[in-house]
């Protein structure tokens, strides 16, 4: 059972990356895979140290893990990139990602999506922040999010 699924969670994720310009499979690991490190080439927010504002960036990255208790319970999610978002860490604060809710049913592709909505400030929960500082701001700039009104599936990348 655990390898058709990750063999439909292999096949919704490349079907998500034909789709959609933003995301993109870099790597991946075993036969279905369970590793891999995707790539969100939207917009989405950076905060370089000791800088006053966050700027722009368009690539973001995250390692995704499907351990052996997956679907059960939610892929170990890595991010791999400076990000400022209040549930997401960057790579150098031990990159966690915070969700906000998992099911087993939600593909690959569909987190994948998710996850790209989420760099985009489409979904943000200053609530229940990973990234205090990143909570506060989104809360104080909420006129100006998302930073990335563009969809993630069936759109232009010049859109």
């Not at 096949?11 to 891999?36: H, M, N």
């Not at 499907?66 to 960057?90: C, D, K, M, V």
């Not at 939600?106 to 979904?123: F, I, N, P, W």
Request: charged share 20%; glycine share 6%.
């Amino acid at each position: 059972m655990r390898l058709r699924r990750l063999q439909a969670d292999w096949e919704s994720l490349q079907r998500v990356a034909r789709e959609s310009p933003f995301i993109e499979i870099d790597q991946y690991r075993g036969a279905p895979p369970e590793t891999y490190l995707v790539t969100f080439r939207c917009k989405g927010l950076m905060k370089a140290a000791g800088a006053v504002q966050p700027s722009i960036s368009s690539f973001h990255q995250v390692e995704i893990y499907l351990h052996q208790n997956y679907p059960r319970q939610q892929p170990r999610l890595t991010w791999r990139t400076a990000i400022f978002h209040p549930n997401i860490l960057s790579g150098d604060r031990n990159g966690g990602v915070c969700l906000g809710g998992w099911t087993p049913a939600e593909t690959l592709g569909d987190l994948c999506v998710r996850l790209a909505e989420m760099v985009q400030y489409k979904s943000y929960n200053p609530e229940d922040p990973l990234d205090v500082e990143a909570a506060e701001w989104a809360t104080e700039h909420f006129m100006v999010l998302p930073v990335d009104t563009r969809p993630v599936l069936g759109a232009s990348v010049s859109t």
